[in-house]
């Protein structure tokens, strides 16, 4: 297979390519509308909601599947051509930017011709760096659903039935493929896999065995419900479980300085009326998104905890800080402290996520209560899958 100039590994999981702009931005989201059915051209992707003690019952009532939520950046692959009939890739982030993939080995091919690649297709997952043994790192696309493969609506199957669909019709050839060329992975953009998934009680192998073997960074688990159609938007069948100390929020940070009077020596340099003193430790606000209407799109939230020394590491970085978005937690004291900068998010978390992240907080599920509730969410399961045996059993003739 003969390689096109220049191809080879991204360099950055959060700009990996180049950003669609103006009028093919416009195209790119109404294409991409249509080919869901969709009216709306926003962000297609499911979001989850922030795991809370009354989930440990909805984990008995339904067949959920757990797997590991990855500390990395959430994308949709979307799998199409260009006006040239040529084989294209874009991945699609959660502020709805496209980023072309400008490397043109990047190649997914059909299950029974390796010359002939997917379009209208759309799959859901996450670009994470991994670490390797030499200490160097490698850029990987994990893939946890499927929402349509060759012009194929797959939302309204269930889960297990979109990654058989995934799996067969586009993993299972594009493995082959490196199989028999494995020379060939070294000009790829990034490698892809499946993210592996475990049955809803399957806790005790997430937390000795697949979360230690991770190679890399990992915030958490993540339980999809098995039964449930895709949903673009807020899903709650889509549980997110952090570690009650890791529960987070992203808000917009508005900064305010001090204004001081000038003290001996400032006054001895002509300096007489008070000013804004912006090396002082400033005043940080955080706030929540109300919506899109209005004028009055924010609210209030709390004041983040900034010490000195923060404040010197933050002026260090010679960025833009004011109205940026922020990753926030909260102390046992109850004081929210700036993690790190979401330039990967355009938005603060809506106050509904909000509410539902505080739920969690307030309501903490440790990992101690996942595993006493594993038995029973086993037990259920079984349970119904005995049912469902048993009908099926009758039904026949």
Same mark, same amino acid.
């Given at each position: 297979m003969e390689q096109p100039p220049g191809d080879g590994p991204i360099q950055s999981i959060s700009e990996p390519g180049i950003k669609a702009e103006g009028q093919l931005l416009y195209t790119m989201r109404k294409e991409v509308a249509e080919l869901l059915g969709r009216q709306q051209s926003n962000f297609p992707g499911a979001q989850p909601v922030s795991f809370a003690r009354q989930h440990l019952e909805e984990l008995t009532r339904q /067949?959920?599947? @757990?797997?590991?939520?990855? *500390?990395?950046?959430?994308?949709?692959?979307?799998? !199409?051509?260009?006006? =040239? +009939?040529?084989?294209t890739h874009y991945l699609?982030?959660?502020?709805?930017? %496209?980023?072309?993939i400008t490397n043109r080995s990047f190649h997914f091919p059909l299950l029974n011709d390796k010359a002939q690649f997917h379009r209208d297709t759309i799959v859901d997952g996450e670009l994470v760096w991994d670490s390797l043994p030499n200490g160097g790192r490698e850029p990987r696309f994990l893939v946890f659903d499927c929402l349509v493969i060759d012009g194929l609506k797959l939302m309204d199957r269930t889960l297990d039935k979109r990654l058989a669909y995934f799996k067969e019709r586009m993993y299972s050839p594009y493995k082959k493929l490196f199989k028999e060329f494995p020379e060939e992975l070294?000009?790829? $953009?990034?490698?892809?896999e499946m993210k592996p998934f475990q049955l809803g009680y399957g806790i005790e192998m997430m937390f000795k065995q697949v979360l230690p073997g991770l190679k890399h960074g990992n *915030? +958490?688990?993540?339980? !999809?419900?098995?039964? !449930? $159609?895709?949903?673009?938007? =807020? *899903? $709650?069948?889509?549980?997110?479980?952090?570690? $009650?100390?890791?529960?987070t929020l992203d808000c917009r940070l508005r900064l305010t300085f001090p204004t001081v009077e000038p003290d001996e020596w400032e006054k001895k340099? +002509?300096?007489?009326?008070?000013? @804004?003193?912006?090396?002082?430790?400033?005043?940080?606000?955080l706030f929540i998104f109300k919506g899109d209407s209005g004028l009055d799109r924010y609210e209030y939230f709390a004041d983040a905890h900034l010490t000195e020394a923060e404040w010197e590491t933050l002026k260090g970085l010679g960025d833009p800080l004011n109205n940026r978005i922020v990753e926030c937690n909260q102390d046992e004291q109850g004081r929210w402290h700036l993690i790190r900068f979401r330039d990967d998010k355009n938005e603060a978390n809506?106050? #509904? =996520? @909000? #509410?539902?992240?505080?739920?969690?907080?307030? /309501?903490?599920?440790?990992? =101690?209560?996942? %595993?006493?509730?594993? +038995?029973?969410?086993?037990?259920n399961w079984k349970a119904r899958l005995a049912r469902a045996e048993q009908r099926h059993g009758a039904s026949k003739p």
């Open positions: /067949d959920y599947y @757990v797997c590991e939520k990855s *500390d990395g950046i959430r994308y949709l692959l979307y799998s !199409t051509e260009d006006d =040239t +009939g040529a084989e699609i982030d959660r502020k709805n930017d %496209y980023w072309f070294k000009f790829q $953009p990034f490698y892809v *915030d +958490g688990l993540i339980f !999809t419900c098995r039964n !449930t $159609p895709y949903k673009h938007g =807020t *899903d $709650p069948h889509i549980l997110k479980w952090k570690p $009650p100390e890791e529960n340099d +002509g300096i007489l009326e008070p000013f @804004v003193d912006y090396d002082g430790v400033p005043k940080a606000e809506h106050k #509904s =996520t @909000v #509410s539902s992240v505080l739920e969690s907080i307030n /309501d903490r599920v440790c990992d =101690t209560d996942l %595993y006493q509730a594993a +038995g029973k969410i086993k037990d």
